[in-house]
């Protein structure tokens, strides 16, 4: 019964495709987030979506967008593939409104860009 | 926005010795501030969090101290063991409709 669960683990793909990764908690939380895990394994957000109501990260490029289909899923498509964007991406999840109490995370989905 | 410092970036601690890391945030507004643990090739996980409104907390060999004056909070490991050896992330939130900010991590070994 895993708590977040991101598919896929492992994606390598070329530059200049796009990819998505997909999200989806069982916890019944209402907020959910992406972050970037860099090299330096620096965990900065991405973004946050809570009651459909989306918070961007003023430096997340707009070749990245969310998907949000239903309050348990939140996905990440990412257009036009660049090198920088060679990361973890972990998928998280709270509950008790926006930005309340413990964040439980996906296991991580490690994007190597060629 | 709000912004997390974190020091030391590495740390070695032999096993049996005790361990602290300190963050500082500058949003006087922040009222949570938890600390996560990162094992390598997994998920970062809560091992301890603390509120505005008190000053320490404890859980086991791992403690938490909160300065809202000085802005600046400590995670304090004792009697450490090989086991403890991770990536400790410190992180805050401030009030409002802020996501949490992490502080960029320590690298803790614990050499046995």
């Known amino acids: 019964d895993t708590a977040v669960s991101q598919t896929p683990k492992y994606l390598v793909t070329q530059m200049g495709n796009d990819k998505s990764i997909k999200c989806e908690q069982n916890l019944g939380h209402d907020t959910m987030y992406w972050y970037k895990q860099d090299s330096k394994k620096f965990l900065k957000i991405m973004f946050s979506y809570n009651n459909k109501e989306l918070i961007i990260n003023e430096t997340v490029p707009n070749r990245f967008s969310p998907k949000s289909p239903d309050k348990a899923h939140l996905n990440l498509h990412i257009n036009s593939l660049e090198l920088g964007d060679s990361a973890v991406y972990f998928c998280?999840?709270?509950?008790?409104?926006?930005?309340?109490?413990?964040?439980?995370f996906g296991e991580g989905s490690r994007l190597t860009v060629l | 926005g709000e912004n997390v410092e974190q020091h030391p970036s590495t740390l070695s601690v032999q096993e049996g010795d005790s361990a602290v890391i300190k963050c500082t945030y500058s949003d006087s507004a922040s009222n949570y501030f938890p600390w996560y643990k990162q094992e390598l090739g997994k998920r970062p996980q809560l091992i301890i969090d603390?509120?505005?409104?008190?000053g320490e907390k404890k859980d086991q060999r791992i403690a938490v101290t909160l300065n809202k004056t000085a802005k600046h909070f400590s995670l304090h490991i004792t009697e450490t063991q090989p086991e403890d050896s991770a990536v400790y992330f410190c992180?805050?939130?401030?009030?409002?409709?802020?996501?949490?900010?992490f502080g960029k991590g320590t690298r803790l070994s614990v050499i046995a």
């Open positions: 992180a805050a939130r401030a009030s409002g409709n802020t996501p949490l900010v």
């Open positions: 998280a999840s709270s509950q008790g409104g926006r930005y309340t109490g413990e964040l439980f």
């Open positions: 603390i509120r505005s409104n008190v």
